[in-house]
């Protein structure tokens, strides 16, 4: 079963560009989430989709926006790109099944795309 | 407010050893479930183990068990006969209400075990 895919894996941008980054979740997972991981910050929650729809967002610009398609897979995209947009960012997938009450719903991560801007 | 603290920036353990990882956490919200994961060098997240607020007991998975003290807001994470592959970051994080992918996480203490 194929794990979380991410790419690219590196990337080098300069300020004020833009970056999109792929997330392909594993098959059959409907949600997928977003963190940005700094030194100084930690790992930090972006956003959620499921089924095509923003479920849930973190505390971070405008500048940072995703969409998700039909069959699951999600992009990121910032723009006018910022120094301390120099990060490692994660996205995690999983089932998130209606109704689970459980909370035990599991996310896993891809291996992330780093992303240094000059 | 919703927080994770982890207190042990680094730790060092013999190999063979049993080491325990603190993880303390706030909310006020009755239903959450704390997750460890692990982080070796190459970057992706392991899902180690899972403890819901409402699970009366504690959560073991192989070698990894949590030291789920709910009273005191405590979930340690106990890894028994550390290898050297245990070595990397180990994270403890929170999922609040049911928030689907949204996961509250603590800054990390790095691992190292010794031959």
């Known amino acids: ?118 | 407010a919703q927080k994770i603290t982890q207190t042990q920036p680094g730790m060092f353990v013999q190999e063979k050893e049993a080491v325990t990882l603190d993880c303390t956490y706030d909310t006020s919200d009755p239903s959450y479930g704390l997750f460890w994961y692990k982080q070796p060098s190459s970057g992706e997240m392991i899902f180690l183990i899972y403890q819901g607020s409402y699970d009366q007991q504690n959560a073991t998975e192989g070698r990894y068990s949590l030291n789920f003290q709910k009273a005191r807001k405590s979930a340690n994470l106990v890894i028994s006969a550390s290898q050297l592959g245990d070595s990397a970051m180990y994270f403890c994080a929170m999922r609040v209400n049911n928030q689907g992918g949204k996961l509250i996480f603590g800054q990390g203490t790095e691992l190292s075990v010794k031959p």
């Open chain 1, 1 to 118: 079963k194929a794990g979380v895919t991410q790419t690219p894996r590196y990337l080098i941008k300069t300020r004020g560009q833009q970056v999109t980054l792929s997330c392909s979740p594993i098959s059959g997972h409907r949600s997928v989430s977003w963190y940005q991981q700094t030194p100084g910050q930690g790992l930090q929650f972006l956003f959620e989709y499921f089924s095509e729809t923003q479920r849930n967002k973190g505390n971070f610009p405008g500048r940072f926006s995703g969409r998700q398609f039909s069959n699951s897979r999600s992009e990121m995209n910032v723009s006018t790109l910022e120094l301390g947009d120099s990060a490692l960012y994660l996205c995690a997938s999983s089932i998130r099944l209606a109704g689970d009450s459980t909370g035990a719903n599991v996310l896993t991560f891809g291996a992330g795309s780093r992303l240094t801007v000059l």
